[in-house]
């Protein structure tokens, strides 16, 4: 991460001062690189990576090289390689193959990245498999990588095994223009509440679902408030016929 300042700040490192491609005439700094690891998936510009609603965070300058970890090749360590065996066993070799697109171990996590149209068996195995076990799954959390193309939106499971006390997270993607997840309901009844949330701030839609309507913004409300695209600094509120801009329309910081 690095910025293009016209001064200098005592302590941080000095910015390398490149031409930017995407403003001519105008001087931006190098994206970091990446790590050879990692899925490197675009350029953000600026904190948020939002144009044209007047940034006020002070960093619409910044560069940043968007990434994710990459596949991680075996042996995984610890407990993680009898885990990924044990799931193979359950599933049969050419569904393990079919099912798991690839797995990252990160920060001592391992996340098992599945095809949506696969996500309930992969979860019955599981959560049934007597080496397994993973009883509970813990919430449903949404991510938006709008860099990411046919893969923007996100999905991730964390589930715990009681029984043998670990821990692995499940994660699946879907496209922007079809944005359709299998729901783990019947697997996992506690995820009906986790679903709402995600498809009411993401709008990920949990084919299924018994009951997928949105559960903290108001059912008529336009938008998915936790996607990137998402207009920066809120929306125009009104209060008793009085329209109150948006924060970044408010006042100006120059």
Not at 69 to 83: R, V
Not at 108 to 117: A, F, I, N, S
Not at 139 to 167: C, F, K, M, Q, W
């Amino acid at each position: 991460m690095t910025f293009d300042s016209p001064g200098t700040t005592e302590g941080a490192p000095e910015a390398r001062v490149t031409e930017n491609p995407d403003s001519p005439g105008q001087s931006g700094t190098e994206p970091e690189r990446a790590d050879p690891a990692e899925e490197v998936i675009g350029v953000r510009h600026g904190m948020f990576g939002v144009s044209g609603t007047g940034d006020t965070s002070g960093y619409g300058r910044l560069i940043r090289t968007l990434s994710l970890p990459g596949s991680t090749p075996p042996p995984y360590g610890g407990y993680f390689d009898e885990l990924v065996a044990a799931l193979a066993e359950a599933l049969s070799d050419n569904i393990f193959t079919a099912a798991i697109e690839k797995i990252v171990v990160f920060r001592d996590e391992l996340t098992l990245h599945v095809r949506r149209e696969h996500l309930p068996v992969v979860a019955r195995a599981l959560r049934d498999e007597q080496s397994l076990r993973f009883e509970l799954c813990l919430g449903v959390s949404g991510a938006h990588y709008p860099d990411e193309t046919g893969r923007e939106l996100h999905a991730l499971y964390p589930l715990l095994s009681i029984t043998h006390n670990r821990r692995v997270r499940v994660e699946v993607s879907a496209p922007d223009a079809d944005p359709h997840i299998p729901s783990l309901y019947a697997v996992y009844p506690t995820t009906d509440w986790h679903e709402r949330e995600t498809y009411d701030f993401f709008g990920i839609v949990f084919d299924g679902h018994p009951s997928l309507t949105r559960i903290l913004m108001p059912d008529d409300w336009r938008g998915h408030p936790q996607r990137k695209d998402y207009p920066l600094g809120g929306i125009p509120v009104e209060y008793k016929g009085a329209r109150i801009p948006p924060p970044d329309e408010r006042r100006t910081y120059h």
